[in-house]
């Protein structure tokens, strides 16, 4: 069975209503990125949306505001997790996960182990055996809504909305940027930290 993984801005890849990456965007990474190469064994749909990663031919493509991979590898996963970083984006599994930049998913982060070749079966079990109590959200105990953010690039925001029971108990942080984007995180690593400085 397929299991899809998505780099996408949308707080879940699956709402289309949500910010999406652009074409343009993503060929422009495609072209920038010494380790994606266009892929042109594609039909005129996808001409131009397609990239490989070194022995992984065809295996980004580009589709409606998101770039999807099918049962990709954990070096795949990785590269994934570094694309969206540059997109200003996530990675996200068919079930809601996200992924962090080892390539593992966060639930499977503390049990050690990682993606395989069946990883929805991986991302099951780990959801049937997790209890409420074992919820991880103590390190997003401080964020509240109207807290001021910084993410890694250094871009300013504020918390507009915070769901601590989606994405399956992973919680979710919107946050409003300064230069008018909103995104949306998982609130047990979310990708922004709360402003230490009193200043602006």
Not at 106 to 114: H, K, N, R, T, V
Not at 137 to 163: H, K, L, M, Y
């Given at each position: 069975?397929?299991?899809?993984?998505?780099?996408?801005?949308?707080?879940?890849?699956?709402?289309?209503?949500?910010?999406?990456?652009?074409?343009?965007?993503?060929?422009?990474?495609?072209?920038?990125?010494?380790?994606?190469?266009?892929?042109?064994?594609?039909?005129?749909?996808?001409?131009?949306?397609?990239?490989?990663?070194?022995?992984?031919?065809?295996?980004l493509r580009w589709d409606d505001g998101e770039v999807i991979a099918k049962n990709p590898e954990i070096t795949l996963?990785?590269?994934?997790?570094?694309?969206?970083?540059?997109?200003?984006?996530?990675?996200?599994?068919?079930?809601?996960?996200?992924?962090?930049?080892?390539?593992?998913?966060?639930?499977?982060?503390?049990?050690?182990?990682?993606?395989?070749?069946?990883?929805?079966?991986?991302?099951?079990?780990?959801?049937?055996?997790?209890?409420?109590?074992?919820?991880?959200?103590?390190?997003?105990?401080?964020?509240?809504?109207?807290?001021?953010?910084?993410?890694?690039?250094?871009?300013?925001?504020?918390?507009?909305?915070?769901?601590?029971?989606?994405?399956?108990?992973?919680?979710?942080?919107?946050?409003?940027?300064?230069?008018?984007?909103?995104?949306?995180?998982?609130?047990?690593?979310?990708?922004?930290?709360?402003?230490?400085?009193?200043?602006?």
């Amino acid at each position: 069975m397929s299991y899809d993984l998505h780099i996408t801005r949308r707080s879940s890849w699956d709402d289309r209503s949500g910010p999406a990456i652009n074409s343009r965007e993503w060929q422009k990474l495609i072209a920038s990125d010494p380790e994606l190469s266009l892929y042109t064994d594609v039909g005129v749909e996808h001409e131009g949306l397609v990239a490989s990663y070194r022995n992984h031919e065809g295996a980004l493509r580009w589709d409606d505001g998101e770039v999807i991979a099918k049962n990709p590898e954990i070096t795949l996963v990785v590269k994934m997790v570094a694309i969206a970083e540059r997109l200003g984006a996530r990675v996200q599994g068919d079930d809601g996960e996200i992924y962090q930049s080892d390539g593992t998913p966060l639930d499977d982060a503390q049990s050690g182990s990682g993606p395989s070749s069946d990883s929805s079966a991986n991302v099951e079990d780990s959801f049937a055996t997790r209890s409420d109590s074992e919820a991880r959200q103590p390190e997003s105990a401080s964020f509240q809504v109207g807290s001021r953010v910084r993410d890694w690039r250094g871009r300013r925001g504020r918390v507009t909305a915070i769901d601590r029971q989606a994405a399956h108990g992973l919680g979710r942080l919107t946050v409003l940027f300064d230069d008018g984007n909103e995104l949306s995180f998982a609130l047990v690593a979310p990708g922004v930290e709360l402003e230490t400085d009193s200043g602006s």
